[in-house]
T-cell receptor, first 120, second 111 residues
């Protein structure tokens, strides 16, 4: 089991360009979360998706950011017209179900290694 | 502001000593989880405690939860240099399926 795979690991973009970050969840996991981490800070929740559905996007900036998790293929976090403030590490995590307590037990998140975006 | 806040923000100890990290949160939770992050890497889950539990152990880790004080602590006993990392508490809010992370605490274990 390859775990949660994120690519690219490092991405450099100039202001105004688009950034696409991909995340393949662990095998058997249908729930994907995206978090952003600024240097020396904690993780800020961005969006929670299940296959073909956005469940909670309360942490997504209203403009330029979008996320999808299609029926086939990886989840994509897309940032249009990047600005310097978008420079951060973006982490994807997956779980077999939501993280609240379920009848069969609680679920935890398995994280990818992150994608580090640098905007010049 | 953050739901979870770790305290202290940084801790430096000698190998063999115990390390205690505290986490306070604001609203009712379903469960609380602790994660570890090595520099430049993703987070790794350490231990989970449910809202109806008061204490859990896993190897050298001991976590407590006091829902009346809205706080949790993580104890690492007999620390090793390899324990050097950042540690985050994360809360799963009631009626929510998202984990909210604190800013983290940097632990340095000196050999």
């Amino acid at each position: 089991n390859a775990g949660v795979m994120q690519n690219p690991r490092h991405l450099v973009r100039r202001r105004g360009q688009e950034a696409r970050l991909r995340c393949s969840p662990m095998k058997g996991h249908s729930h994907v979360y995206w978090y952003r981490q600024l240097p020396e800070e904690g993780l800020k929740f961005m969006v929670y998706l299940q296959k073909e559905n956005i469940i909670d996007e309360s942490g997504m900036p209203k403009e330029r950011f979008s996320a999808e998790f299609p029926k086939e293929g990886p989840s994509i976090l897309r940032i249009q017209q990047v600005v310097r403030g978008d420079s951060a590490a973006y982490f994807c995590a997956s779980s077999p179900a939501g993280v609240s307590i379920s009848p069969t037990g609680a679920n935890v998140l398995t994280f990818g290694a992150g994608s580090r975006l640098t905007v010049l | 502001s953050q739901q979870g806040e770790e305290d202290p923000q940084a801790l430096s100890i000698q190998e063999g000593e115990n390390a205690t990290m505290n986490c306070s949160y604001k609203t009712s939770i379903n469960n609380l989880q602790w994660y570890r992050q090595n520099s430049g890497r993703g987070l790794v889950h350490l231990i989970l405690i449910r809202s109806n539990e008061r204490e859990k152990h896993s190897g050298r880790l001991r976590v407590t939860l006091d829902t009346s004080k809205k706080s949790s602590s993580l104890l690492i006993t007999a620390s090793r240099a390899a324990d050097t990392a950042s540690y985050f508490c994360a809360t799963c809010l009631m009626s929510s399926e998202k984990l909210v992370f604190g800013k983290g605490m940097k632990l340095t274990v000196n050999p």
